[in-house]
Each structure stands twice: as structure tokens, then as C-alpha cells.
């Protein structure tokens, strides 16, 4: 479907961004602007036809309850976990969705609504957000960390979205930090993710508790559920009031981190590295000791011309990166 | 000036790799077939003046040794070290070449030889050889080690070498893989360099011999320019023979390249990962363990696609890729 620029401007399309927790479907604009919205829960434990069905439903729903017809959405794009076949748009394998290997979810939805549809890594969708209406917006050399239960990085190269030889670039929370680290879910040991995701903070602070160190304030001791309830909010809290434990891993969280994005630094030389995620929550408590590590660690020329900051469309990255992938196709780099 | 292709094909580029120690200038053709090669000592320290005039002497001369006219010469490309003003032509800074500070190499070639000259930082210019005219013919998507004195690296993506935002990409050699590691030349601590580059493993060696380890095999004690002067070669050689201490050095100095090479191919998932330099002439011997770490700490799918290999071009791979930047101005990224 060819449409000029002018007509372009009065279409939408529909961002949809599937979590293993929920499914979120956004009516976007050409500006960035979501006019409808919708979240319902994965349940993926249900299987993997009954959540491809949840996906339908929702976008479905979020049509209906919106006042856009049909015919001014110029299609979907769907943020999905990885590893993708992005240009044959099929997810191969999902870690947080149970059964589902090799599912051709675009064909699947375009049999459905009859609409073009775009399938990315949900990592690259946030990235691609935050490049077309976000902090990013006019950045051509932009890497984005995406920072949450794991870590996921998207990068954009010259403009584009950069894919690599087989889709499988930016698994930045997989760089090693530290070859003698704690083992990671990937198989390898001493990842970012490992040390600096929400399950990577939780897991470094269950180990020094089998080890049989105390915290003053948390009062989990061994009871790991408890823990894995804990907000990263509090964790940070407990390690400002001076808590050692939770201290030690906060700031170890945060070195590596800075280490990352150095070594991204001189590897890519790009002019933004934007942090999307929960942690971000924490702005200059966290942006101050990350910048101090990296300035420790990259070339100086490279971290001058540098700007790191916290994404500016917050759990919307993604649904807004999806739907933006409609917008400028031009701007895919295959 | 624009020459259509047939007629190029029967023209010819000078390269000119700018060393430390050796100016090299090859008059290359099409194919990547050097016709007259020509090295000269840079004599670095009699000055910037002096080693300006040796460079244009030793163009002058490459010239006049061949029986290449001038006229059938479309351009010089030069290798050298940064950091570079690539758009402007011009050498920052050296820290090989004293006092060369803000040095506008491009101009003073230009007004000298009246052609079109071409400045690229060294390590990119032998990504560049190896991209056209070597191991990576055909690779768009590539990431090449320069493994020296130092270690730097070049970036090719789409078929183009990769600069960044301020022409200070690639910097592979500053990756920090051992946070708390030893100090580098670039300020950093635990960089890439300061483990697996020739200067890295003899001063790893000197350390532990001032820490009183000794060697079964070396007899340098706490002779450290002995130890300057002998070559890669012997150390690993050495190391075979089974001298703990050198094993040692050796087997983490490997084992840190191939955590390198994993966090390139996770970040970049390149097509191909191309080594040059010194140390490459261990062949399989490198190649072997160096794979068995890559594939330990990479992502499977990234790994699998991804060829490891050593460059074909040896030492000529800068001064061919310097001559290459002529032939081929539209794969320039800027």
C-alpha cells in the first residue's frame, strides 16, 4: 500500500507489545500520539493458541473501543520477545512464552486483518520509540539499553534500526562484564543481565544471604519468594539508608552497567545511549554514579560528545516503537 | 575528477600506511595487486616537519621507482593513527608521533600531489584491505582486530566502514573485560590491551616476575628491555614448552580476545570476525582456543553464523585498504 506523506498524516497504526506478562495494543498516530490504548494479560501459561488468540482479541478490542476505522490504520507492528526471523516474521523461540517455537505470527495476524504487518525484537521496538518520538527523536548513532527483568539493548545506525547478519545484534545485557561472574540465564557467566537486571540485583542479594550475610533492614533472610516480590524501588531505598548488603550489590549494579555502555562507547562511538526500564525510576540517583563510570572508562573524546539519558516514553517505548515501524519503512535496514 | 569504471580499471591509487616506526607507500591497481611497494623509517622523533617531508619523499619515490605515470594515479589514501579529523583530513593527535598535534595531513598532500587524498584511521583502512581485497571480499557485515603493539579495530557495516558520531569508533582494544585488571595505556584499568596485545602479555610477564615468579624457560629475571625485544613468537613458544609462567599470561591473554570477539558478536553479530597482526601468525594455534571461548560466551545463533578467521593480506592489509578508500568513495559512511 503506497500512500503520499499528506494522506499519511491523518492514518494510525497500531503498536502491539507482547510481554510474557501482558499484551499491549496502542492506536498511535503520525506524531507519536497514542489515542487509544489497551492492556490485557498474556496468560501464557494457557498455551501458545490461546495467547495468539488473546493477541487477535486484544488488538480487535482496542480497534473497537477507539473511534478509528479500519481503513485509516495502515498496519501493525508487533514488539515481540526474541529470537526473531524478523524478515520472514516469525518468533523462533520465547523464553517467556512457553510452547511457542517457530510461530509465522505475521502471517497469522496478516490472514487476520488483512493489514501490513511488521514484526521487530521488542528490545529494537523500544529503541526505534524512542528514535521516532522519544529522547532519540533526530539521532541518527543511538544504542538503547532496555533495563528490566533482563536486559535488552536496540541499536540504530545511520537511522535505521542495525539487525546484524541475522537479526541477532544489541544482546547487550549478554556482553561479558566479568569472565569469573555469577552464571547467567543465557548459559554464560558474568553477564551484564547478570549483575544489573532487577532478577540479576535479587539473585546477587539471595546469594550473599546463603552465604550468610545479613542485611540490616530487609528482613527476607532466605525466603526467596519474598525477594522476588520485592520492587527494585525498595531495593534501592534499603541500600540508601545505609544498608551494607543491598549497598554493595546496588553500586556493583551500577559499575558494570557503566562498564557496558563505556565499552558501547568505544565500540560504537554513538551520540545517545538511552536507558529505558525500570531502574530508569531512579533518574540521577542512578545517572550520576553511571556517568562517573563511564567517564572512568571510555576515550575521552568518545564520552564528550556522548549524551546519556533516560528515555522520555517510559512503558511506552515499545508500543510506540512498534507502531512507528509502520511509519518510516524506509528507515528498516533490510 | 570522475572516471567511469572501465577506465578505472586500468588506473591505479597509492596507499600510504604511517607507522611509528615505518612509513609503507604501495601503488596498488584495481584488483589489489601492489605494483611498487616502498618502506622507509618514519623517524618519528626528528619532528613533525621531517616526518611530513619523509612522507611525501617516500610517495615521490614510489612513484618514480615504478613505471606508473602520474596521470594514470586517481588518489592517495592514508593509514594512520588517531584520533583524525576524517571529514577535514586532519591528525589530532599521535601518541606514536611526537608533537603531531592538529597536523592537516589531507591539505598538505592535496597542495603537494594535486590529487584527491583520502585520511582513515589505520585500523580502519586494514578492516578496509581485508573487507576488499582479502579474507572479508564480500562481507558487508564485519568487524576487524588489529592485534599489534596495541590493539585497535575496524568496523564495516553495510558494506561501509563504520565511524560513529565523532570518528571514534572501533576502539576494540579499550574494551574493559576485568574491571579491576591492570592499568592501560589509555588511562583505564583491565582494558582488552593492556592483557592480549604484545605490549600487554610482556607486561604481564615483567609483573610477575617483579612479583617473584620465575620462569622455567626465559632467563630475563627483572631485565625488562631483554624482555622488550624478544618476539611474540618465543613467548608463545615458550608457553608450549611448558613454562607455567608464560602459559599463564598466554592462556588469559587468549582467553580475553575470545571475550572480546563474544561481545562483539553479541552486540554486532557480524558476518565475520577478521584478525590481523602479529600475533595471528600463531594460526590454529590462536584460532583453536580463541573459537572455544567464543562459542562458550556467545549466543548460540549469533556464533554459529559467524566465521572466525585471520587475515589474508598480512602486514600489506592497512596500506591496501588506504589505497582501496579511492577506489570505492560511495562506501564511505560519511
Redesign the interface.
Known sequence: MMVDKKNLEKKYSIGVDLGGTNIVSAIVNYQGKIVSRLKVPTLAEKGKEATVKRIIEAIHKNIAQSTITPDDIIGIGIGAPG?LDIKRGIINFAPNLPGWRDIPLKKILEDEFNMKIVLENDANAAAWGERCFGAGQGIN?LVCFTLGTGIG?G?I??GKI???????????G??????DGPRCN?G?YGCLEAFSSATGIKNRIKSRIKEGIKSDFLNFDSDDELLDSIRLKSIFETARKGDKLTKDIVKEAI??LG?AI???T??????MVVLVGGITNEGDKLLIPLKEEVK????Y??YK??KIVIGELGGNAGVLGAAALLWIPVNR?Y
Request: aromatic share 6%.
Open positions: 529470537p548513532n539493548g541499536i545506525i545511520d542495525y539487525h546484524g547478519n541475522n537479526c541477532g545484534a544489541g544482546e547487550l549478554h556482553m561479558t562484564v566479568n569472565k543465557c554464560n559499575s558494570y562498564i563505556a565499552n558501547i568505544n565500540i560504537l562511538n554513538p551520540e572512568k572508562r571510555a576515550f573524546s568518545n560528545s556522548l535496514s
